[in-house]
């Protein structure tokens, strides 16, 4: 295959132009005196941000939420794409849907179902655990950087599920059969053989994990600022929302650090994965996915898999069920359970605002989605398999927006398209949904074309197959675990989408999440949890759906080879 290929430049000046141009605007405003007073420069806005006593404690928080989600998010999203994938554990696709319920759930909600959960004073869970156990004090207590990590980390599973699934179901378990047979032990076997092979997506999932943790705002208000626990977006957040003026060049100067910050792990991540031929284990010589007997551990395990799906996963999405069913928040009790009635989804469902917010949300996950799926292919290919200077470019140009507090991008984007037609429009959102979560669907889809060796496609062309049949019939069958993990990423972070959503959308072109924000604002927690469990319902009809169209892909293209 040639190295150089037309599409670069191409895909450099269409990804170009989604992410440098709000970008500019952000870097503009930040040296500039107020906010749209382009012209008078000054640094002035850097000296205020970084000569803050406070930033210090705030950057150690930071780095502590980031890192200990990441870790949080990767070690789960490995024992449950182990389980899942490699295992003969009974009921694993109903698993595998659970793994990634959290992407549904509005993070707002998610993070108000722990709060209602984990209250110190009047928590659900710590009022069980205090009533059977006779405690005169909650044993648990989510307002601390502990709680922020948790909730993060739970948030944020399924993008790190999504990516390394995909390379684990992949997975030649020849190699490990090949390793024990050489007398290596199990752990042995794990720690050289399994781990190593499945770096680039272990560390595409922590990268992933730590950039979007950097730029999460929902967990970090909901959880930290009541227990003073600040990171980097409740800074920029008060920095923007308290005093006679909001002070958007200082957050603009503050969102800096996190590009940097992004920027740097995009090469460190490009650096230990170099050599891609390491983690190749599709070939044409005997590839073959094998289940692993649990055996007697078998029933176990599922309890084991079944109890912390629903601890984690299950409880907290009943706790907005349950919210949704009472005219306010109320501890479980005969009284509560005597005022529960459909009022709450009954006025949703009248409200046309609602209606018209569920229609514009779906519009944009689906057809955003596919757009950003196909735009990712292109892209994918390039930094993986082109391997050049300008793939590097592109890497980094597509990361760049990404990197940002999303309050802070939407600033961005509402300069970017203030004095266009798409002002105001849905085509606004959708622009800058694209742009800033194309990294969504790189990362899978990149995963799958780290494992997919040359070979195949030069002995294609050796037969005689073109380069379009090579690419319909050996490259896409091979690449469809990642293309529909990547849509399913996408699409369900278009449906919750708040942070750009809450600056761009206009009357006409509300979203689900603004509408809930709107809600919560208003204190009707009651139609917030029964709007909230409507866009769970639909985004788990998108993914069961993609889930269910993969599998039927994947058949026909190996039938098909």
Request: charge should be positive; proline fraction near 5%; glycine fraction near 8%.
């Amino acid at each position: 295959m040639t190295r150089r290929v037309p599409l670069t430049p191409s895909l450099i000046l269409i990804v170009g132009f989604l992410t440098v141009c709000p970008v500019l605007m952000l870097v503009l405003g930040s040296f500039s005196e107020g906010f749209g007073s382009f012209g008078v420069f000054t640094v002035q806005k850097y000296v205020e941000a970084y000569t803050d006593p406070a930033l210090a404690g705030i950057l150690i928080n930071t780095l502590i939420f980031t890192l200990g989600s990441a870790v949080v998010a990767t070690i789960f999203a490995l024992f449950l794409a182990y389980i899942n994938t490699r295992t003969n554990i009974p009921f694993k696709f109903l698993f595998g849907i659970i793994s990634i319920i959290p992407m549904m759930i509005p993070h707002i909600l998610f993070a108000v179902s722990w709060v209602l959960l984990l209250n110190p004073s009047n928590g659900i869970l710590n009022r069980l655990i205090m009533d059977i156990f006779g405690l005169k004090s909650s044993l648990f207590n989510i307002y601390t950087l502990h709680g922020m990590i948790l909730v993060e980390g739970l948030l944020d599973l399924p993008i790190a599920y999504l990516i390394i699934a995909p390379a684990m179901s992949a997975f030649d378990v020849s190699l490990e059969e090949s390793s024990k047979v050489c007398g290596a032990s199990t752990l042995r076997t794990l720690t050289r053989v399994t781990l190593p092979v499945l770096r680039p997506a272990i560390l595409a999932s922590v990268i992933l994990v730590i950039v979007r943790s950097l730029a999460s705002f929902a967990v970090p208000s909901i959880i930290g600022m009541p227990g003073r626990k600040y990171v980097l977006a409740t800074y920029i957040y008060r920095t923007i929302s308290t005093g006679f003026a909001a002070d958007y060049g200082k957050a603009a100067a503050i969102g800096m650090s996190a590009m940097a910050a992004s920027i740097v792990l995009i090469y460190l991540y490009r650096y230990l994965t170099s050599e891609s031929s390491k983690y190749v284990t599709i070939s044409s010589r005997g590839f073959k996915p094998a289940l692993i007997d649990l055996k007697g551990y078998k029933y176990p395990m599922f309890t084991i898999v079944g109890l912390l799906s629903f601890v984690l996963i299950v409880l907290p999405v009943l706790v907005l069920f349950y919210t949704s069913m009472l005219p306010y928040v109320m501890a479980p009790s005969a009284k509560a359970f005597a005022r529960m009635s459909w009022k709450n989804w009954i006025d949703v469902i009248k409200d046309p605002i609602s209606i018209l917010a569920l229609k514009n949300s779906l519009t944009l996950g689906v057809v955003g989605a596919t757009l950003g799926v196909i735009l990712s292919i292109f892209v994918s290919y390039v930094i993986v398999k082109v391997r050049t200077v300008a793939s590097g470019i592109l890497e980094s140009l597509s990361f760049l927006s990404f990197s940002f507090p999303g309050i802070v991008i939407g600033v961005g984007f509402m300069w970017f398209f203030v004095r266009t037609p798409l002002y105001a429009t849905i085509w606004a959102l959708l622009i800058g949904y694209i742009a800033t979560y194309l990294p969504y669907g790189i990362r899978p889809i990149s995963s799958a074309f780290v494992q997919i060796h040359s070979h195949l496609e030069e002995s294609a062309w050796v037969c005689g197959a073109g380069r379009f049949r090579t690419v319909r019939r050996i490259v896409i069958p091979l690449l469809i675990p990642g293309i529909i993990s990547g849509w399913i990423l996408m699409a369900t972070m278009f449906v919750r989408e708040l942070s750009l959503s809450v600056v761009l959308s206009r009357p006409g072109t509300e979203v689900l999440a603004v509408q809930i924000l709107r809600f919560a604002e208003d204190g009707l927690w009651g139609r917030l949890s029964a709007l909230g469990i409507i866009m769970i319902f639909f985004s788990s009809t998108l993914v069961i759906a993609a889930s269910l169209l993969g599998r039927k892909l994947t058949k026909m293209g190996i039938v098909g080879n």
